[in-house]
Nanobody, 126 residues
């Protein structure tokens, strides 16, 4: 099994930055890629960004493209989400998830991710 633990959430003012971490442990060989999703107050969970561990390919939602950067250093089992130019509408619980081995899809669909963390709260004040 794979365990995922998020950290780095908090409260920031509009225009500020935060960096989230998603630390993986356990059977990390099973991880094909990492994704970030978020769920704002009264909203459905939505895709934010993903990265494939083997080739570094990334995907972003239109709402965060150009402001957020996902990364995963080769020597670490931790993925990061650098969030810049934050807006109040970015307020949400951010959840990281892992793709199973052999995955070959777009890495944007919630149903494709097999392992999930508990989430980290990000609050952007106006």
């Amino acid at each position: 099994q794979v365990q995922l633990v998020e950290s780095g959430g908090g409260v920031v003012q509009t225009g500020g930055s935060l960096r989230l971490s998603c630390a993986a442990s356990g059977s990390t060989w099973m991880i094909h890629g990492t994704g970030w999703f978020r769920q704002g107050p009264g909203k459905e969970r939505e895709f934010v960004a993903s990265i494939i561990w083997g080739n570094g390919n990334t995907q972003y939602s239109d709402s965060v493209k150009g402001r957020f950067t996902i990364s995963k250093p080769i020597t670490e089992n931790t993925a990061y989400l650098q969030m810049d130019s934050l807006k109040p509408e970015d307020t949400a619980v951010y959840i990281c998830a892992a793709l199973p081995p052999g995955y070959s899809g777009p890495a944007t669909y919630e149903m494709d991710f097999k392992f999930w963390g508990q989430g980290a709260q990000v609050t952007v004040s106006a």
